[in-house]
């Protein structure tokens, strides 16, 4: 699946392309310089990118019919994170029925992406001559061009909300994206609590009096669940872009 994917995200136009009159050309038209396209093609071309990342870390072909797992107790994880949190944005971009959400979703986007830079440039010492007040003003003429409450532009949601939203686009319950988003999070993490709540763990022994010496591992079961809700996520938000870059019709 992921192959085919890869193989997509190559490709100039084809399923990216966005056709006059779809949803997505009046999305674009209406907040440019700020694409959803591009945002959402973004998004889901990192999810493949970490779910491709992930398969080629876990397995090992030695021979046409023989090949090798081999489990991260902590990065894969992390991928499997990454995966879910793209396909989650792009899903969460997409999915609104009216265009004033889906502006609004993008130049939320674009607030947050922006101050996270001019933080960067300022720890560095390359201040940017464009304020932050000087963005948000002219992000939320955009915003209400579209038809959006400008106001929010600037309260755009974490990924914990992201990721709930675009779980209730799949056959699952949303709850069921986030706990996998959170203990994927508290492993990539290094989290001390996070390692014994979903890890896997075997006790070998004692370090002390009272206190148990574990063996810690990969939690494959946590690994699989976390991959198919990266993958049906991804392919819930192809098919969103799809919907959205054709011409009603």
């Given at each position: ?136 003003d002219e992000l939320a003429v955009l915003a209400r061009s579209a038809g ?86 991804t392919r819930t938000a192809l098919d969103l872009y799809a919907r959205r870059a054709r011409r009603p019709g």
């Open positions: 699946m992921v192959a085919g994917w890869e193989q997509l995200d190559g490709q100039p136009s084809g399923v990216w392309k966005v056709e006059t009159g779809s949803d997505l050309a009046g999305d674009d038209a209406a907040i440019h310089p700020y694409p959803v396209s591009s945002a959402a093609r973004t998004a889901i071309s990192a999810a493949v990118s970490h779910a491709g990342c992930l398969r080629d870390s876990l397995f090992l072909w030695t021979g046409p019919e023989h090949v090798t797992a081999r489990l991260h107790t902590y990065g894969q994880l992390t991928l499997v994170r990454g995966a879910l949190e793209n396909a989650s944005r792009a899903a969460w971009l997409l999915a609104p029925d009216d265009r004033a959400t889906r502006a609004l979703r993008r130049l939320q986007q674009e607030y947050l992406e922006a101050r996270e830079l001019l933080s960067v440039r300022e720890i560095i010492g390359s201040p940017s001559a464009r304020t932050m007040s000087t963005r948000l959006a409450d400008a106001a929010q532009v600037k309260k755009g949601p974490g990924y914990r909300e992201i990721v709930e939203t675009a779980g209730a686009q799949v056959p699952s319950a949303p709850w069921t994206a986030v706990v996998i988003w959170k203990a994927c999070s508290a492993i990539a993490h290094g989290d001390m609590r996070g390692m014994a709540a979903y890890l896997t763990t075997e006790t070998i022994g004692h370090a002390a009096p009272g206190i148990l010496l574990n063996r810690v591992t990969a939690n494959i079961q946590l690994t699989v669940a976390g991959t198919m809700a990266a993958l049906a996520t």
